[in-house]
């Protein structure tokens, strides 16, 4: 699905979740290999007793699907879930776009924000990634996980804020408008 831009509107930057937290998916994926390899190693030998050999076919069948069900717990979720996840941001706006078949999609307008914090863990700073907490007032905040370069993206939201016309910031007063100088008819 395409964005839909207002007149005037363009993209600052379009990006995805950091992928360090597939870290540890991987991980899990290569030992489940592993151990699902070595345990069809184990049926294959031909030194197996006689009343095992019989059962060998349904043992690699067993191997094989518990192996991918892990597999798509552990590995494939988390890379669905990092694949479907989007944060566009805009001259006027902060979006995040989640999800394959059922889309969830957060807007927040650039004007309603009244502060931008980062933080990062140890592991986070190693890699340049970190959470983005966006404070809308009211005790209304939104935490954006592991957004690769973080401090740049906050700048460029900064720069984007300051870049929104003062008739957006100040809902609909016109502060650039000239003064009425001629009020000689009052």
Known sequence: MRLKLAPGEHVIVRTRPHPRPLLMPFIGSLVVLAGSGFALGLLSRGSLPPGVIEWVPLGVILVLAAAVLILLRIFVRPLMRWWSTRYILTSRRLIRRRGLSTRSEQEIAL??????????????????????????????TVVHPDLPQVH?????????????????MFDGVDMEADPVHDLEGY
């Open 111 to 140: 004007a309603s924000i009244y502060q931008l914090d980062t933080s990062q863990t140890l592991l986070q700073r190693s890699t340049g990634s970190g959470n983005l907490t966006v404070d809308l007032g009211r005790d209304r």
């Open 152 to 168: 740049t993206f906050k700048q460029f939201m900064v720069e984007a804020i300051g870049d929104l016309p003062l008739t957006v």
